[in-house]
């Protein structure tokens, strides 16, 4: 199918006083706008081994295939794969140290996405059932995402 | 069959957290030319040089604008591998064993000490779904340590004993910048980063060069006594996003192995020492199971029972690996120099006995995503 | 003697200002589909890959090739990253050769690339310049090649006009280029008219900055002879460096090109690359470099580059066609620009080239150049097998 009859995003940012505009490509995009429209995550199929990406990157490296045009539902609930917490932080460090990070998959995923765990370090353990929690507003930016909570 | 190729030499600048009052040019300088002197090869025999630089870690585009001069390559065959020096020695190796070039100079450098330490590796971070998450070599690697405990249900003292085994190393290796006598307890209570590695398990940020000198069979002679010859190499790359993968599994690492040591005729168990790079002591774990060295999860275990002791049957890291010194771009260089020191019995204090056959292997990109084995013998 | 390498397949995307449908990756995989196509091959007979792009600056992500190892079709295969400025798109064709040279490799992907939008392009080009010693001054690309063009044009007296020309008949030629950005029908008053940007030169003797992909399939000779009816022989290469700065540098004496191209003309036994080359393929980012180059490579006579072009000896109906896909001044991405020299350099020999095809071209040349305007790289293409 076409790249360009894919719905598709930019994000603006930069790199000490350099500015940049990056393209987000069709699935991100369109990822990007579910979170900013719908507040929930969907999954790209890959047609030739059926794996579902969360968050996708228009094509299975493993396969070398497009992914499918139409996204598959996943969630609303996922499970912490791996985590951290990280207590140094680095100038691109999106919450104050000390803060959670986890890999969540989610529920219908095949891979997991990497975002903040809302939760006390005590409680959060490989395995550990979440929601995503939205912000209030949302722009179409992985940031909308405030992060996961425990269910 | 390529043309055998050999490293004839190798100089390390010493590492240091910083050198505030040396340009980085003179630091590559200062490695390169008293390397030629020492090989009494005059810089006219120098046919080739393939460098390592990073422009991020520079700060100055097109890094090797800069760098050709300070390492000879004026008016010579040149280009630039944009990768930590171990990689660089795989596309210097193919111009050799190509047959047109008899001698090929890899030059890898840094001065980590001029950016923030998690920012090199945090500008790999693609801009949609990373940069936004500040994720970096630290915190991937962290996600990739806590992904191999729960994996193979291996504890915290694990990563503590393999750096703990790194830094009493490195007391008896000159060019070491972190080097401690340290006990598995000590490392634990080291300052957290990032759970569960604490700063003893996770590597410094160093100023320095490597550069090896790459020789084909018909010349080696020539500029050293005792050629360590490259009897494999093999790289292997997974995919990008960390999220993508399992971060447990080593398969990367093992198929970078396998290829290395099919081109080498050897497996294994025909290594007697082992050089690896990982960003914390955790992923040294992971990269001794990938090489081989010990079952899926059984790293840990091998460890306690001594086998990768400087008196066990594997001895690794005698240098001290990279958790004593950490040269971005150079590290793997380092790894080759020390199995090359080895190899030829140069290896002081720290000397295994007898070897004749060594692993360097070093990684690329964020949580082992890209591994480089070589396999060097004499 | 060395193993024989040919290419047997080629890809590219057609150059544009900005792609906002694909990110980085995006347009690396299109350009590798499109020469997996063009070889007849899948991802499955990739044996290794090897990947370029420059300034990572450009797309603001270090390590490029990582973030686009999915798309390149890297997957559990080797895999590393060139950068040599201008040249890597050259420099990662070399490679790709390498690969193959060494024995360890059967067919290799090489694949090249820059999203130059992403980001401000002179902005974070003025990083080249050293911090401490030249940034301040820095502007860019335009003001090097200045510089160069400056001293080059008082020693030899090349006049402006002649260097419009070049202008003129690069986009000319891309408008037979389906893939360039550029396809200009314009004349030498709209050249000398246009605003100036770095004395001597103005907008449009200036290339574009164009977001966009090129990669290439090297084979060795077995599999050559099996996948390909036509491959392009690689005959020559060299890639040699010169420094940025040095005391005695003149700027109009390209001594590193001077030495790459004699060390491949030896290879092949050109003694007289004017007639013996039938296509040559430069890197013309500005257009008086189009003359300094086609000079360095013995084209024609020393000082000589300005009658060259006015003879119309350079043009498609001349005896010694240059850059019959519109060159550099017609789409530049950086990352790939120099590996579409070579690119296009093997589609002149293997018939491929279409409406930009010289006729009956058997021997091209691809050349690139980068950094403080001093690296530079060569590389001899045929259809004749050596």
């Given at each position: 199918m076409k790249m360009s009859d894919r719905k598709y995003g930019v994000m603006k940012g930069s790199i000490g006083d350099a500015p940049y505009n990056w393209t987000t490509g069709g699935t991100a995009g369109r990822l990007l706008a579910e979170f900013r429209d719908k507040r929930r995550f969907v999954g790209f199929r890959c047609p030739a081994c059926g794996k579902v990406y969360v968050?996708?990157?228009?094509?299975?490296g493993e396969c070398y295939e497009d992914l499918e045009e139409e996204p598959v539902k996943v969630g609303p609930q996922g499970e912490v794969v791996s985590f951290t917490i990280i207590r140094e932080a680095n100038?691109?460090?999106?919450?104050?140290?000390?803060y959670a990070l986890g890999v969540v998959r989610m529920d219908g995923a095949d891979t997991g996405i990497v975002a903040l765990l809302l939760a006390d370090e005590k409680d959060i353990g490989v395995g550990m059932r979440v929601v995503p929690v939205w912000r209030?507003?949302?722009?179409?930016?992985?940031?909308?995402?405030?992060g996961f909570a425990p269910v | 069959m390529a043309e055998k190729v050999a490293i004839v030499g190798v100089k390390e600048?010493?590492?240091?957290?910083?050198?505030?009052?040396?340009?980085y040019t003179q630091i590559i300088v200062d490695t390169v030319m008293p390397l030629l002197e020492e090989m009494n090869m005059?810089?006219?025999?120098?046919?080739s040089l393939v460098a390592a630089g990073c422009d991020m870690q520079d700060g100055r585009?097109?890094?090797?604008?800069?760098?050709v001069d300070a390492m000879?390559?004026?008016?010579?065959?040149e280009s630039k591998v944009e990768e930590d020096m171990a990689v660089a020695l795989i596309y210097a190796y193919m111009r050799v064993a190509s047959g047109r070039f008899q001698t090929c100079l890899v030059c890898g450098y840094g001065k980590?000490?001029?950016?923030?330490?998690h920012y090199f590796t945090g500008?790999?971070?693609?801009?949609?779904?990373?940069k936004p998450m500040g994720l970096d070599g630290l915190s991937t690697s962290a996600l990739q340590a806590t992904a191999y405990m729960s994996k193979y249900g291996i504890s915290r003292e694990a990563g503590a004993a393999m750096a703990a085994l790194d830094l009493r190393n490195a007391l008896?290796?000159?060019?070491?910048q972190r080097a401690m006598d340290v006990s598995v307890d000590e490392v634990l209570r080291?300052?957290?980063?990032a759970y569960p590695i604490t700063e003893l398990e996770y590597v410094p940020v160093s100023d320095g060069c490597v550069a090896v000198m790459l020789a084909s069979g018909e010349v080696a002679s020539k500029y050293a006594d005792k050629p360590v010859w490259i009897e494999g190499i093999g790289n292997c790359n997974d995919l990008f996003y960390?999220?993508?993968?399992?971060?447990?599994?080593?398969r990367c690492v093992k198929a970078a192995a396998e290829r290395a040591y099919k081109m080498a005729g050897v497996?294994?168990?025909?290594?007697q020492l082992a050089e690896v790079y990982g960003y914390s002591s955790w992923q040294e774990l992971m990269v001794l199971e990938g090489l081989g060295f010990a079952g899926d999860g059984g790293a840990p275990a091998a460890l306690e029972a001594g086998k990768?002791?400087?008196?066990?049957e594997l001895p690794v890291?005698?240098?001290?690996g990279a958790l004593s010194a950490n040269v971005w771009m150079a590290c793997g260089g380092a790894r080759v120099a020390e199995c090359f020191l080895q190899l030829r019995g140069?290896?002081?204090?720290?000397q295994v006995e007898g070897a004749t056959r060594a692993v360097a292997h070093a990684v690329s990109g964020l949580a082992l995503q890209s591994n480089t084995v070589i396999v060097l013998g004499r | 003697m060395a193993r024989k390498v040919a290419v047997i397949g080629t890809g590219q995307t057609k150059t544009v200002?900005?792609?906002?449908?694909?990110?980085f990756p995006g347009l690396v995989r299109e350009a590798v589909t499109a020469a997996l196509g063009d070889a007849g091959i899948?991802?499955?007979?990739?044996?290794a890959v090897i990947f370029g792009s420059s300034p990572e600056y450009f797309e603001?992500?270090?390590?490029p090739e990582k973030w686009c190892l999915d798309a390149s079709g890297g997957f559990m295969k080797p895999q590393f990253r060139m950068h040599t400025g201008g040249t890597v798109g050259a420099s990662t064709g070399i490679g790709g050769y390498y690969h193959v040279a060494s024995g360890m490799f059967g067919v290799v992907l090489a694949v090249t690339g820059d999203?130059?939008?992403?980001?401000e392009v002179q902005y974070n080009l003025s990083t080249v310049y050293d911090p401490i010693f030249g940034r301040d001054m820095a502007a860019g690309a335009p003001s090097a090649v200045a510089i160069q063009a400056s001293r080059y044009m008082h020693k030899y007296g090349v006049t402006e006009e002649q260097t419009a020309m070049v202008a003129v008949q690069d986009r000319k030629n891309a408008?037979?280029?389906?893939?360039?950005?550029l396809q200009l029908d314009i004349t030498v008053e709209d050249v000398m008219k246009s605003p100036p940007l770095c004395t001597p030169i103005k907008l449009l003797d200036a290339c574009p900055a164009s977001d966009g992909a090129a990669a290439m399939i090297f084979a060795c000779e077995e599999k050559a002879k099996k996948l390909c009816p036509r491959p392009a022989w690689v005959r020559a290469v060299s890639g040699i460096a010169e420094s940025a700065?040095?005391?005695?540098?003149?700027?109009?004496?390209p001594i590193a090109l001077i030495k790459a191209a004699r060390k491949c003309y030896a290879e092949c036994g050109i003694t007289d690359p004017r007639k013996q080359l039938d296509v040559v393929e430069l890197y013309?980012?500005?257009?008086p470099q189009m003359l300094i180059w086609a000079e360095a490579l013995g084209?024609?006579?020393?000082?000589e580059g300005g009658r060259l072009i006015e003879s119309g000896a350079?043009?498609?109906?001349?005896?010694i066609p240059i850059n019959?896909?519109?060159g550099v001044l017609s789409a530049n991405t950086i990352g790939a620009t120099a590996m579409v020299r070579q690119v296009e350099a093997c589609l002149q020999v293997m018939g491929g080239?279409?409406?930009?095809q010289v006729e009956g071209a058997e021997w091209a040349l691809a050349h690139g150049w980068g950094g403080g305007i001093q690296f530079h790289t060569v590389m001899i293409v045929s259809s004749e097998e050596p």
């Open positions: 968050p996708a990157r228009d094509i299975c100038p691109e460090s999106p919450a104050e140290v000390p209030e507003e949302r722009t179409g930016h992985m940031s909308d995402l405030r | 600048y010493k590492p240091a957290e910083a050198y505030p009052d040396t340009f005059p810089w006219e025999e120098m046919e585009s097109i890094s090797n604008v800069f760098t000879g390559g004026f008016m010579k065959e980590g000490s001029e950016l923030h330490p500008l790999q971070s693609e801009p949609v779904f990373m008896k290796d000159p060019n070491a080291s300052r957290e980063l960390p999220g993508h993968r399992d971060l447990a599994d080593t497996g294994a168990a025909d290594i990768f002791n400087p008196g066990g890291n005698t240098s001290g140069e290896a002081g204090g720290r | 200002t900005r792609r906002t449908d694909v990110d899948t991802m499955r007979d990739v044996d603001g992500v270090n390590n999203k130059l939008s992403e980001g408008r037979n280029n389906p893939y360039a950005q700065n040095y005391p005695y540098r003149d700027w109009a004496e013309d980012a500005f257009s084209l024609c006579e020393r000082g350079a043009s498609m109906q001349g005896d019959p896909s519109g080239a279409d409406q930009r």
